[in-house]
C-alpha cells in the first residue's frame, strides 16, 4: 500500500515521545516499514542501575520476538512462572500462575527496568532508529499535515506523527485530551534489593506476603541476589516536602511494618542498604480520546494500570506493535489512530480494571482479626487457580498480522 509523504521527505517521519517501553519498540518497528524515527528521551542515559524492576508477561515478550530481541532479554531475567501467595502468619495461601493456565513456558518473567530498556535501547539504534538523550519536550501540537514537539530549550521538531509514549505524566496526553486526570490508587510502591545470608534462589518462583500491615513481595536469584517491593497504603499521594523523606525513614518505616511478618520478610529488609525512594501508584481508567489529529498516545500516557496485574509493560509492548502495524496499513495517519484505537481500547480498560481489583485486595485491614479472616478465606479462592482458565484472556493477546511482513 503506498503511504502519502506529508512533509515532502523520502520516508515519512515520526516523533516519538518517550524513551521508556512503547517509545523505543514502536519506533524500531517503524523503521523495518519505510519510516524515519526519532526518539526523544528526557533522561541523560540508562543506568544499569537506575530502577527497580517489572514483570514481563508472554504477550509482552511475543513483541520482542518480533523484534528478535527476547533473546537478548531472557539474558538477564528471573524466569517466575509461578506466584506463591502466604498469610501473615507463614501459611502458605495457594500458588497462581503468572501466564496461561497450564503453560509454564509461557508465564512471566522479572527483569530490571533499566535492562528492558538497555535492550529496546540497543535494538531501536542498531534498527537506524535515532535516540537522542536529555531532550525534555515541553508541548505538543499538530496542524494541517504535521504534528510537532518543542523542547525546553524553545527549539522545535517536526515531522508526519507524534507519538506520546511519555508516561503517566504525559505531555502529549496534554494536548491530545487534556481531560484526563491520573487517579491516585491509594498505594504507594516501593522496593529494592539485598542479600541474606542463608536465603536461597527461588527459581520458577516469586513469592508476595499478604503482611498484617503491608504488602510484600520477593525473589531470590541464582547468585543469591534478592529483588524485594512493598506495597503500602495512603489517603492521598505523598506532597513534594513527603516524596523528600529520606531513604532511612522510608526503611525504618517497612521494618516496623513488616516486624511481624513471616521470615523471611524481616530479614530482607534488615539486609537491605541501597537507597530507596516510595513512589504513588496512579491508573488511568479511560481516555475520551487517544489521538488528536497527527498525535497519537501509546502506553501509560493512554492507559496506566497499576502494577498489581502485571501487565503494564506488556500491555506497552502491544500498543507499539498495533501502532506499527495500523501505520503500516493504513494510507492516512488519522485513519491509523483510529484502527489503533477501536482495536486496543476495550482490552486495556479491562485489564486497568482488573489490576484495580487486585489494588483493593492489597489494602490491608485494620485489625488482626481482619488479616486472619483474609488468610482464611484466600486459600479457597485459590485452590483452583493453577487450572482455572478464566485468566487466560490477559495473556492470549498475539499481535495483528498483515500481507506485509516486519
Request: one cysteine or more.
Amino acid at each position: 500500500m503506498k503511504r502519502a509523504l506529508i512533509l515532502g521527505e523520502d520516508m515519512p517521519r515520526a516523533l516519538v515521545v518517550g524513551g521508556g517501553i512503547a517509545g523505543p519498540a514502536v519506533a524500531q518497528l517503524l523503521t523495518a516499514t519505510g519510516w524515519e524515527a526519532l526518539v526523544l528521551d528526557d533522561r541523560p542515559g540508562t543506568e544499569d542501575e537506575e530502577g527497580l524492576f517489572l514483570s514481563l508477561a508472554v504477550n509482552g515478550r511475543r513483541i520482542l520476538r518480533m523484534l528478535c530481541l527476547e533473546d537478548r532479554l531472557l539474558e538477564d531475567a528471573h524466569p517466575a512462572p509461578s506466584l506463591v501467595m502466604w498469610g501473615s502468619g507463614g501459611k502458605q495461601l495457594g500458588v497462581v500462575p503468572t501466564g496461561p493456565a497450564g503453560r509454564p513456558a509461557d508465564g512471566g518473567v522479572v527483569v530490571r527496568r533499566s535492562w528492558l530498556q538497555r535492550v529496546l535501547h540497543e535494538g531501536a539504534e542498531r534498527s537506524g532508529v535515532e535516540l537522542r538523550r536529555g531532550q525534555r519536550v515541553a508541548s505538543v501540537t499538530a496542524g494541517e499535515g504535521v504534528a510537532a514537539v518543542t523542547l525546553a530549550d524553545g527549539s522545535t521538531e517536526e515531522a508526519d506523527v507524534v507519538i506520546g509514549a511519555d508516561g503517566v505524566g504525559s505531555v502529549a496526553r496534554r494536548y491530545v485530551a487534556p481531560e484526563a486526570r491520573p487517579a491516585f490508587t491509594g498505594l504507594l510502591g516501593t522496593g529494592g534489593f539485598s542479600v541474606v545470608p542463608g536465603l536461597g534462589p527461588t527459581p520458577g518462583r516469586q513469592h508476595v506476603v499478604f503482611g498484617r500491615r503491608a504488602f510484600f513481595g520477593y525473589l531470590v536469584r541464582d547468585d543469591a541476589t534478592c529483588y524485594w517491593f512493598a506495597n503500602l497504603s495512603a489517603a492521598a499521594p505523598p506532597s513534594p516536602d513527603e516524596s523528600a523523606i529520606g531513604s532511612a525513614a522510608l526503611l525504618s518505616r517497612l521494618r516496623d511494618l513488616h516486624a511481624d511478618d513471616p521470615c523471611p520478610v524481616p530479614q530482607i529488609l534488615a539486609h537491605t542498604r541501597a537507597e530507596l525512594r516510595a513512589y504513588p501508584i496512579f491508573r488511568l481508567d479511560t481516555v475520551s480520546r487517544w489521538s488528536r489529529g497527527r498525535v497519537v498516545l501509546a502506553g501509560d500516557a493512554v492507559h496506566a494500570t497499576s502494577p498489581s496485574a502485571g501487565q503494564g509493560a506488556s500491555l506497552a509492548l502491544e500498543d507499539a506493535g498495533e501502532l506499527a502495524a495500523a501505520l503500516r496499513d493504513w494510507t492516512c495517519p488519522l485513519d491509523a489512530f483510529t484502527a489503533y484505537e477501536r482495536g486496543r481500547r476495550e482490552r486495556v480498560e479491562a485489564i486497568v480494571a482488573h489490576a484495580a481489583a487486585i489494588d483493593r485486595r492489597k489494602r490491608v485491614p485494620t485489625s488482626r482479626i481482619g488479616a486472619a479472616l483474609r488468610d482464611a478465606l484466600l486459600p479457597t479462592l485459590l485452590r483452583r487457580a493453577a487450572g482455572d482458565t478464566r485468566q487466560d484472556w490477559l495473556y492470549d493477546h498475539e499481535p495483528r498480522r498483515s500481507e506485509q511482513a516486519w
